[in-house]
């Protein structure tokens, strides 16, 4: 049997999902039995394998934390050094350090989340501020499927892996979703607001998209 993630909600049909790291998830009615799931899973397993092989084939290859690798920070690329001591990553605004006592992708994820804090919590405020946009809680974290949220109840969400990218991408999420506290939709409204927010948040979307893969591949 395939590995696959199971959801289940108020539903009527099956439906599969195979996501940007080739990972498979199976959308199913709250009470249909795992029996039928897994007959489903196993009548699309060619077609499932096939798009899943097809998406590993276009994945970049993990990383290795060698010396030399080069890693992100808003939008510019350093090289990686290696030491013995200190923080599980320093940065001088030249290099990477990585403490080899700590695992590299642990070390990174402490790193960019502590650094994104520091840079998306004053201009989440200043838009906020500007345009009278109150939300509730903000929630850092790294996601595969969404750089950020904003919930029913205006509780925000975002990806801190967007450290990796320039100011502007890191702007045009909050934006983005600080306008979802007036429009919970993708209406004309919505990006009338989030041009006067961000007229630039076309060209910021076209760097994500075509920098998404290389942000997740941490």
């Known amino acids: ?48 394998e096939k798009k899943q092989s097809e998406i ?25 050094q ?14 990477f350090s990585l403490n080899t006592n700590y695992e590299g992708n642990k070390a990174f994820h402490w790193f960019y989340k502590k650094e994104f804090i520091k840079i998306a919590t004053p201009i989440l ?8 946009l109150n ?3 903000v929630r850092f974290k790294a996601q595969k ?17 967007l450290v990796m990218a320039p ?9 983005h979703e600080l306008a979802h506290i007036i429009h919970k939709n993708h209406s004309k409204d919505f990006y009338a607001l989030l041009t006067e927010m961000m007229p630039e948040h076309k060209q910021a979307d076209i760097w994500l998209k075509k920098h998404s893969q290389t942000l997740h591949n941490l």
Not at 30 to 41: G, Q, T, Y
Request: charged share 25%; hydrophobic share 35%.
């Open 1 to 48: 049997m395939i590995d696959y993630q199971l959801i289940r909600s108020k539903r009527k049909t099956l439906s599969l999902q195979i996501d940007k790291q080739a990972r498979l998830s199976v959308r199913a009615p709250m009470r249909l039995s795992v029996k039928k799931i897994e007959d489903f899973i196993n009548e699309k397993q060619s077609w499932i």
């Open 56 to 80: 590993k084939s276009n994945l970049p290859p993990k990383q290795t934390y060698a010396i030399g690798n080069k890693y992100l920070l808003l939008g510019k690329s350093y090289p990686l």
């Open 82 to 95: 290696h030491t013995q001591s200190g923080n599980p990553i320093n940065f001088d605004n030249q290099a």
């Open 145 to 161: 499927s969404r750089w950020g949220s904003c919930s029913a109840s205006n509780n925000i969400n975002l990806n801190y892996l």
């Open 125 to 132: 405020e200043q838009l906020a501020k500007k345009y009278d």
């Open 167 to 175: 100011i502007s991408v890191i702007t045009m999420v909050i934006a």
């Open 135 to 137: 939300y509730k809680e």
